[in-house]
């Protein structure tokens, strides 16, 4: 089955740097890759998500780059804010049905 | 617009109880899928229901099992409790199956002692 890895799994910036988040799948059929965030105690938002027809997609701060021939998928996050502190994770869909493999999550800490 | 909304927010079960588990999706959507979050992990995809039809099944044992209603409502059903399944419960809506978005309910904290 599909296996979905995530880097890192905490990560510590200073307000208005950039953040990067990493995953890579070892599924080829994998055809969708959402980006989700969780704050403490609430349910996962979906952020962005690409598919593997795009290479890129932004959305004002966030972008998300994938790569299939390498088989990973990275999240941009520009001029973090403090609201931009939570637990990041990202997924992989192969084929139909709603089976998303999520990686373990990237605990995102943006200091003042 | 309502989003996806599950019930109860909490529960509190004894080893060997069963619970019942219930979401409602967003409206128009015809998919439901049931989603186990464990403490400091990603959700693990338990199932999908699609037309009141199970469209994929997870890797859970067969005390876990659920159904989708005429009302695109869905209920998940664990039996003989053990102290592994104590989790987040989380139930996604979607339009369709084939790469609509997934968008999640607040969950259920299940709580096995």
């Known amino acids: 089955g599909e296996n979905v890895e995530q880097h890192p799994s905490t990560l510590s910036v200073q307000e208005g740097d950039s953040a990067v988040i990493k995953c890579t799948y070892s599924d080829s059929a994998s055809n969708y890759f959402p980006w989700y965030k969780q704050e403490l105690g609430k349910r996962p938002q979906l952020i962005i998500d690409?598919?593997?027809?795009?290479g890129e997609k932004k959305d004002q701060r966030i972008a998300v780059t994938l790569n299939k021939t390498a088989k990973h998928f990275s999240l941009h996050i520009t001029e973090t804010q403090p609201e931009d502190s939570a637990v990041y994770f990202c997924a992989a869909k192969a084929g139909g049905g709603n089976k998303l493999t999520f990686g373990t999550g990237t605990q995102l800490k943006v200091e003042l | 617009d309502a989003g996806v909304t599950q019930s109860p927010t909490h529960l509190i079960k004894t080893r060997g109880q069963q619970v019942t588990l219930r979401c409602s999706p967003i409206?128009?959507?015809?998919?439901v899928s049931w989603y186990q979050q464990v403490l400091g992990q990603g959700p693990q995809f338990i199932f999908q229901y699609y037309e009141k039809e199970e469209r994929g099944r997870g890797n859970f044992p067969d005390r876990f099992s659920a159904r989708q209603f005429p009302n695109y409502s869905s209920e998940l059903n664990v039996n003989a409790l053990l102290l592994g399944d104590s989790a987040l419960y989380l139930c996604a809506s979607s339009f369709g199956t084939a790469g609509s978005p997934l968008h999640f309910g607040n969950g259920t904290r299940l709580t096995v002692t």
């Open positions: 409206s128009g959507h015809k998919s």
């Open positions: 690409i598919r593997s027809n795009v």
